[in-house]
């Protein structure tokens, strides 16, 4: 079935860029996305990707996606401490989303 | 329109007993996906609906659990003889579905928080 793998934890500086992996099983997965997710909140959808795509830039987001090696990366330029929160990673196909157990990022000041 | 609002946001309840969840979606939206998150994991997928009907439910719901969604609109799920194993964040999402303009992006509420005693 399908899977969907992050790392655990990432500690950044504050103004450091963070990058945030992802590995995916599901080749038919359409779409890919971030969620953030703050203590005691829901998730917020953060940016996406189509399959199709190589690429999608939305501010300080990046993602990049290698659908070759089923590889996902967020990446947050100029991290700032509001970034603290669990990131995560969900691919879909054309109904359900499968999670990842979600990567914690931890900024320091 | 506000998001997607579920109730209650908190359930305590003794084991054995049966509960109700009720999730609003946004209202442009056709599809609504029910999801549970147990502490320190990502959501598992529970069931989804296009309009009112039921469209895929997760091979790992037991018997105990069923969800609704009579007129397309709202949706509730409920969990009969709840058991300690229960206790979770439920989660609902809602999305737009419709060739060719669907994007699938899901918009989560705030969750109901479930705690078996």
Redesign the interface.
């Known amino acids: 079935g399908e899977d ?1 793998e992050q790392s655990l934890f990432l500690s950044v500086r504050e103004g450091d860029s963070s990058v945030i992996n992802c590995t995916y099983t599901d080749s038919s997965s ?2 890919l ?1 971030w ?1 953030k997710q703050e203590p005691g ?5 953060l940016t ?1 990707i189509f399959s199709n795509m190589d690429m999608k830039q939305d501010q300080r987001l990046t993602v990049l996606l290698n659908k070759k090696d089923k590889h996902l990366s967020l990446r947050i330029a100029d991290t700032q401490t509001g970034d603290s929160a669990i990131y ?1 990673c ?1 691919e ?1 196909g ?9 990567t914690t990022l931890t900024v320091k000041p | 329109d506000t998001g997607v609002s579920q109730n209650p946001r908190h359930k305590i309840t003794k084991r054995g007993q049966n509960v109700t969840f009720r999730c609003d979606p946004i209202s442009e939206h056709n599809r609504l996906y029910w999801y549970r998150q147990t502490l320190g994991q990502g959501p598992e997928f529970l069931t989804y609906f296009q309009n009112e009907a039921q469209l895929e439910k997760s091979r790992l719901l037991s018997d105990r659990f069923s969800a609704e969604r009579p007129k397309g609109s709202f949706s509730t799920l409920e969990i009969q003889r709840t058991e300690q194993g229960d206790s979770a964040m439920y989660l609902c999402a809602s999305s737009f579905a419709s060739f060719p303009r669907s994007s699938y992006e899901q918009y989560f509420g705030p969750g109901t928080r479930l705690t078996v005693t």
């Open positions: 969907v359409t779409y996305y969620y909140a829901g998730l917020q959808l996406y995560f969900a879909t054309a109904g359900k989303s499968t999670f990842g157990d979600g």
